[in-house]
């Protein structure tokens, strides 16, 4: 008898958390903030009348980046969201367009194809799903998404950095297959959330992403948000005040 393949379990305990900052570095974060944002979060959505059926716990999505999307989506209302990694913040995306408040055009990447196709099942934007393929650059070598493959027909208003993951040693760098998308974000503005950035592979991307905006001259603003993740913010133009949510 064939056994049916169940879908991984993503989720990181605190103290793996731990584990995982002494052996890979990175920044400090402040737990203890996560409730402000949870608050907050729910108010909001209540107001909406979505209900709260999210799970922003393990290694999902935090309340900081829940919060994050939520509040840049109802303040500035980017025309083109791009996500990488299927997740909460899909599920949220989705809720948003359901109810109204957006009227983006939304598009998720994800590897896992039983995971794209479980998180798939509860949305109705399209997940993309991209292979893994090495990637040689700045030094690093590590596997991402293969966004050769990934078909765009205009600009990016929002870019969410939230995948591959990038807690084991192998896919420390992964997300930094993002740097290719950067020339696609809009010129007249845009705004693009690293997630984990308290990560050093993260945060090592978040150094590569400004250098990149400085080497082209683009303005803009930095700012982020840090609870028991960091997500750090880069903003141009109309979005500049994202950076500062």
Same mark, same amino acid.
């Given at each position: ?6 879908? *991984? ?23 203890? $903030? ?58 949220? $995306? ?10 983006? *055009? ?5 590897? #896992? ?19 893994? *393929?090495?990637?040689? #650059? ?7 998404? #293969? ?24 896919? *420390? ?14 010129? #007249? ?57």
């Amino acid at each position: 008898m064939t056994e049916t393949p169940s879908i *991984k379990d993503r989720s990181v305990s605190f103290a793996e958390r731990v584990v995982q900052r002494l052996v890979f570095g990175g920044r400090r974060t402040f737990p203890g $903030l996560e409730p402000v944002y949870q608050r907050i979060f729910e108010r909001e959505i209540a107001k909406m009348g979505i209900a709260d059926e999210f799970f922003p716990v393990g290694s999902a999505a935090n309340y900081g980046l829940m919060y994050a999307v939520l509040r840049v989506i109802c303040q500035f209302k980017p025309k083109f969201i791009l996500e990488l990694g299927a997740g909460q913040t899909s599920l949220l $995306l989705d809720r948003l367009a359901r109810v109204g408040i957006l009227e983006s *055009k939304i598009l998720t990447v994800e590897h #896992d194809p039983l995971w794209s196709a479980h998180v798939g099942d509860q949305i109705r934007h399209q997940i993309q799903r991209l292979d893994l *393929k090495p990637y040689e #650059d700045d030094g690093l070598r590590y596997v991402g998404y #293969d966004i050769a493959a990934l078909s765009l027909d205009e600009p990016i208003d929002m870019l969410l950095v939230d995948g591959p993951p990038g807690g084991e040693a192998r896919l *420390k760098h992964s997300r930094h297959g993002c740097m290719g998308l950067l020339e696609r974000l809009n010129p #007249d503005g845009f705004v693009v959330i690293v997630d984990d950035a308290e990560r050093s592979g993260e945060a090592k991307l978040c150094g590569r992403i400004a250098g990149y905006f400085r080497k082209a001259n683009i303005e803009f603003k930095r700012g982020h948000i840090t609870t028991n993740k960091r997500q750090e913010i880069f903003a141009s133009g109309p979005y500049s005040g994202a950076a500062y949510i």
